[in-house]
């Protein structure tokens, strides 16, 4: 496999549902991103890991627990969640923090909360 | 903070001919990248350009050029000879240096579609 792969590409999942979304890079970097995607709104940055260290949580609620046990896995861990929270997960990843550095994406799991 | 701007929800272009999607930004940052990325309907962002700040000449990558006008603070994309296959949304984004370099800050995106 190359680039950025996650799974599942698709889940439907209760409000009393627990779930984890995964992540997975093969380009050697050391930064990985969530991002949210929601309808008709510019994407929204979740979390940071660098190095496999959480460097920035843009006030993202409790009910979202990333983890990040490798620099080349990140988990995305889900509970109780509402139904505002359907949405396109991303995951991306690059090299370094610079300006020039490109985040490269997965291609998005697409999560429906009943 | 940074702000990019995007004023074209959608876009129509008729196949083989070139497109400009338009994109302004704003930021206090001496230093920045711009990009722009592709999302099709299956979702995947992919990435199609970079230009940086700095860069006096204006990036290309095949079909893609950037207009790059830095005291008008525009990033507008340009796709030549437009294929089906282009019909996607097309999201303008920026990062800057160098508290914000964490965060890619995304347009809300243009619909193009190419009509055959």
């Known amino acids: 496999e190359t680039g950025v792969t996650q799974t599942p590409r698709h889940l439907v999942m209760g409000m009393t549902n627990k779930k984890s979304l995964k992540c997975e890079q093969h380009?050697?970097?050391?930064?990985m991103y969530w991002y949210k995607q929601s309808a008709k709104k510019p994407l929204e940055l979740m979390f940071v890991y660098s190095l496999e260290e959480r460097v920035e949580n843009n006030s993202v609620p409790s009910r979202f627990s990333p983890e990040c046990p490798n620099s080349s896995h990140l988990f995305l861990h889900l509970h109780t969640l509402q139904p505002e929270d359907s949405a396109l997960y991303l995951c991306a990843s690059s090299q370094g923090y610079t300006a020039e550095e490109t985040q490269y994406f997965g291609p998005g799991t697409r999560l429906l909360v009943l | 903070a940074q702000k990019i701007t995007q004023t074209q929800p959608g876009m129509f272009v008729q196949e083989k001919e070139a497109v400009t999607l338009d994109c302004t930004y704003d930021t206090s940052d001496q230093s920045y990248g711009l990009f722009w990325y592709k999302q099709p309907s299956s979702g995947e962002m992919i990435f199609l350009i970079y230009q940086g700040s700095y860069d006096e000449q204006n990036a290309t990558e095949g079909r893609y050029s950037l207009n790059f006008q830095k005291a008008r603070k525009s990033a507008n994309l340009v796709i030549s000879a437009s294929q089906l296959g282009d019909s996607a949304m097309y999201f303008c984004?920026?990062?800057?240096?160098?508290?914000?370099?964490?965060?890619?800050?995304f347009g809300s995106g243009t619909q193009l579609t190419v009509l055959p």
């Open positions: 380009l050697g970097h050391n930064a």
């Open positions: 984004a920026m990062r800057g240096n160098p508290y914000s370099a964490r965060q890619l800050t």
